[in-house]
């Protein structure tokens, strides 16, 4: 910024080996004194919870908190403590209730917990939601919904999974191998092919399944070519109709299902919104399913134009199809019974201005004060034009009974996404080159959206020290 002599002059600087981590800390510690004070001010709070393994196989629980804050609510990141010895429910509680005591924080003020299904966060005697329900019996559960939806979509029937298996094994041969790897890069240049790899499948991430079947579909000549000029056994499954037509299938579905997991995920989402999209996507597969019994399969557009282009028998692989469609609204069903509850009983929270059925069930008072806001012009105009959060917080400014009641209805976090965007932040900071650090702060000052006060900071600091 200066010039070259100025930046050498700079370098001549003395610094301790920790005086940035020490920075690091300040600005870690004053992130969390901001959030903690914030989420007091609020008075009830929501946490979001999971716990991963780290590059050097220490575990790590991680926190976020979502609250409502003057007009909004917002989330942010809580902490990242190592958990030590076994990651049981007791011990996570015991991480989560030393740093409840440590800032004063009550557990009656949290209202409720999102995680995945695990035994150790689930278990109601000795997992983790067992041992919170000991201090705050009314706390509730959520069961991270975009994880739910993951284990709806992962039963088959053997014959796809079937299909799946191949699908894996060949997509292994090419790309785990350099050598296959190179030569059917190569394969594809020069037959002019939209791609030039394939891409792997691993169950960790939820969209791979979808991507590795679309990329395998739209490359199956150039597989089919390679696989047969090195003579593996999997070759031939491409001159099977049937199987090909599976494989579209498969390709067309998941595609399906990663537009629902894509339209899930996202910060800030409340968890009626979230209910939204699964309740459209199970009528989706209803119109599917039904369709299908009458032999249409246009919703499905690799396995339409593969079925009009080929000989391959009709029926057979529409059976196949309306029996995974069956199967899948059943494992949906099955892993979402409270979507009805929250789609009928809640619509006076997404638009006070019509419901009137929802309304029926709450409290005379606030039954009343939603009849004071039906008429408000001001905040009609306010729910068009802001998000639900926001528009909330508008009404429990003028009608403030009925706008907590609403808020505490959207305070839950519907997924586990924040904890794992985060996971992602803490594997490129702790790395196999810094395995001994220790990750909390630096993690908190890296993904917090709350800005440390600067200004409080240097001034508490002594000007020109020696290191």
């Not at 409290?363 to 806001?373: G, I, K, N, T, Y």
């Amino acid at each position: 910024m200066i010039d070259k002599k100025a930046a050498k002059t700079f370098k001549k600087v003395p610094l301790s080996n920790n005086t940035v981590a020490r920075r690091i800390d300040d600005m870690a510690l004053d992130i969390v004194g901001q959030v903690v004070g914030k989420i007091k001010q609020a008075g009830q709070f929501a946490l979001q919870l999971d716990e991963m393994t780290d590059v050097s196989g220490e575990a790590q629980l991680l926190a976020f908190v979502r609250y409502k804050d003057v007009s909004d609510i917002n989330e942010h990141i809580l902490f990242c403590k190592r958990l030590p010895g076994k990651t049981t429910g007791e011990k996570m509680f015991q991480v989560i209730d030393s740093f409840f005591k440590e800032h004063d924080i009550q557990w009656k003020q949290c209202s409720h917990i999102c995680t995945d299904g695990a035994a150790a966060m689930t278990g109601s005697v000795k997992g983790l939601f067992g041992q919170v329900k000991k201090v705050n019996p009314d706390i509730k559960w959520m069961h991270c919904i975009i994880h739910r939806e993951a284990l709806a979509s992962k039963r088959m029937s053997p014959d796809l999974n079937a299909v799946m298996d191949d699908a894996v094994k060949m997509i292994n041969f090419i790309q785990s191998r350099p050598l296959n790897h190179r030569l059917f890069e190569t394969l594809c240049h020069e037959s002019g092919a939209q791609h030039d790899q394939l891409l792997l499948h691993t169950d960790v991430y939820w969209l791979s399944r979808g991507k590795t079947l679309l990329r395998l579909y739209e490359l199956r000549s150039e597989v089919f070519a390679f696989l047969k000029e090195q003579l593996h056994p999997l070759a031939v499954v491409f001159e099977d109709a049937n199987w090909v037509a599976r494989l579209a299938y498969l390709a067309d579905v998941f595609t399906k299902l990663n537009e629902l997991n894509l339209s899930l995920q996202g910060k800030e989402s409340h968890i009626l919104r979230m209910y939204e999209k699964v309740e459209g996507f199970t009528k989706k597969l209803n119109l599917w399913q039904k369709k299908c019994e009458e032999g249409d399969v246009s919703h499905f557009p690799l396995l339409h134009a593969h079925l009009a282009t080929t000989d391959v028998t009709r029926a057979p692989v529409v059976k196949q199809v309306e029996e995974h469609l069956s199967k899948l609204n059943s494992d949906f069903n099955q892993y979402f019974q409270d979507i009805d509850k929250k789609s009928e009983s809640l619509d006076w929270v997404r638009d006070p201005f019509t419901a009137t059925e929802s309304s029926n069930k709450l409290p005379a008072r606030l039954q009343e004060q939603l009849l004071d806001v039906s008429p408000d012009r001001g905040l009609k105009v306010a729910h068009r034009e802001k998000t639900l959060t926001v528009f909330s917080c508008n009404v429990e400014k003028e009608y403030p009974e009925l706008g907590k009641h609403a808020l505490i209805e959207l305070l839950p976090f519907g997924s586990t996404y924040m904890c794992e965007v985060t996971f992602s932040a803490l594997t490129h900071i702790k790395t196999n080159k810094r395995n001994r650090l220790d990750v909390e702060n630096s993690l908190l000052a890296a993904v917090s959206t709350l800005s440390p006060d600067l200004a409080k900071l240097m001034k508490d600091k002594q000007a020109q020290v020696s290191h």
